[in-house]
């Protein structure tokens, strides 16, 4: 049951955020060197297989399903992401594993033991699989087997037609930017040791600062390290350019008024089957006098090929690439801030429309420009209505027809019992 639970978590916010799952795949292919060699379209291949691939074990452990074939491929696949998780540790190519994606952040150490105890738990389950508590027939568990995989496949599916439908990252629905970018009082504030590198007589001497000796030294090399990294507040790279290099970010986040922004990491893989409605967005924004920016990691060459494709007359600004990727899963994508809060997020497949007979209304009185009501606690709701509760049913009704079978063979077997013993002398 713990693997069965750790594997569905894992698989279910690696599907429901594919493309975070296929950047961090891009974090490792560039440690390890061969990123040039894994196009877009294979690492994103290799997310939703992967997410699809843990979840399916998990559930399959959880049901009991082909109890000594899911053992076995638990076990060989923690086999060899331990000792990879072992190499993040020592090495620290990147920060964060990404095993969780963005809902459980944990360090590179603390995977490496997370996946220690995985495995102890795998090996046990792979030793006696037969122990494992079969919840459903042999003869019905195909049903489970193709509902599971539909069912990750399809979450994968809308999660990169659309936006993950759980944003685990600090730029969600109705966050506020500017809270995200502060750091309380009191916080911890980062911690640098500072050593100097001496010599006297041909001989050189490291020295901290309390230990510095006196003037028969002579100075050669000072080396600063970070001792402890303080508080890092959740948004901490996000920052606006303007064209001619003004920072203009805290304008945007101070603005009171409905402010869009257009977000492409790079222009030039931006999807423009949307750009009317883009287009008409920025009309009815410049119509209202609502500031509307596209934020932009793309080069100046990039940005002059894009207007002359589309028309574009709205202004772009520079962004950090990788922060745009963190802002929103589309490219390009759409956000609405309010006071520097994020009212709503929208990618280039499910853009609003502004209908003719919107265009002299203001956004507050359209149902795009409020915050939705679509809060987390329904998503899971229907989450556990479209798939938690028919696989309920399923056992419930799977266990009922085995006791009703047995039942009926019941009196039989008495019947026979009593046979039996009538013919025995």
């Given at each position: ?282 009309e009815y924004a410049r119509h209202h006098g609502y500031p509307f920016y ?132």
């Open positions: 049951m713990l693997l069965g639970a750790v594997f569905i978590l894992s698989g279910f916010v690696k599907a429901v955020d594919p493309h975070g799952t296929q950047y961090k795949i891009e974090d490792y292919a560039v440690a390890l060197g061969f990123a040039d060699a894994l196009p877009a379209v294979l690492t994103i291949t290799l997310a939703v297989a992967l997410s699809a691939v843990e979840f399916c074990l998990g559930v399959f452990l959880v049901f009991a399903i082909r109890r000594r074939l899911t053992s076995r491929l638990v076990l060989l696949m923690l086999a060899a992401l331990t000792p990879l998780t072992l190499w993040l540790a020592l090495a620290n190519p990147v920060s964060d594993c990404g095993c969780f994606g963005d809902a459980i952040i944990l360090t590179n150490w603390q995977t490496f033991w997370k996946n220690v105890v995985l495995l102890a738990a795998a090996a046990i389950v792979a030793w006696r699989p037969g122990l494992m508590v079969r919840f459903l027939s042999k003869s019905n568990q195909w049903i489970v087997i193709n509902y599971t995989a539909l069912f990750i496949l399809a979450v994968a599916g809308w999660s990169l037609y659309d936006l993950p439908q759980f944003d685990f990252r600090p730029y969600h629905v109705g966050a506020s930017i500017p809270e995200g970018m502060a750091v309380p009082e009191g916080a911890p504030q980062p911690e640098y040791e500072t050593t100097f590198i001496l010599e006297k007589d041909g001989r050189q001497q490291e020295f901290t600062l309390e230990e510095y000796p006196d003037s028969t030294w002579t100075f050669v090399d000072s080396r600063t390290t970070l001792v402890s990294e303080g508080y890092v507040p959740p948004i901490h790279d996000f920052s606006i350019q303007a064209h001619d290099g003004t920072d203009i970010t805290a304008d945007v986040l101070a603005d009171t008024t409905y402010t869009f922004l257009l977000v492409s990491p790079q222009l030039s893989d931006a999807d423009d089957s949307s750009l009317d409605v883009i287009n008409e967005l920025y596209c934020l932009t990691a793309s080069p100046e060459r990039a940005i002059e090929s894009w207007c002359d494709r589309t028309g574009a007359e709205y202004p772009f600004c520079h962004t950090d690439e990788t922060t745009l990727k963190t802002v929103i899963r589309s490219n390009p994508g759409l956000l609405l801030l309010k006071g520097g809060t994020v009212i709503g997020k929208w990618s280039h497949n499910g853009l609003p429309v502004i209908a003719d007979d919107q265009w002299q209304q203001p956004l507050q009185s359209m149902e795009a420009g409020r915050l939705p009501d679509d809060s987390a606690p329904a998503k899971v709701l229907r989450l556990i209505l479209w798939f938690a509760l028919p696989l309920l049913l399923l056992t419930i009704a799977d266990r009922l027809w085995a006791w009703s079978r047995w039942l009926r063979r019941k009196p039989k077997k008495t019947q026979q019992s009593k046979d039996s013993n009538n013919n025995n002398p």
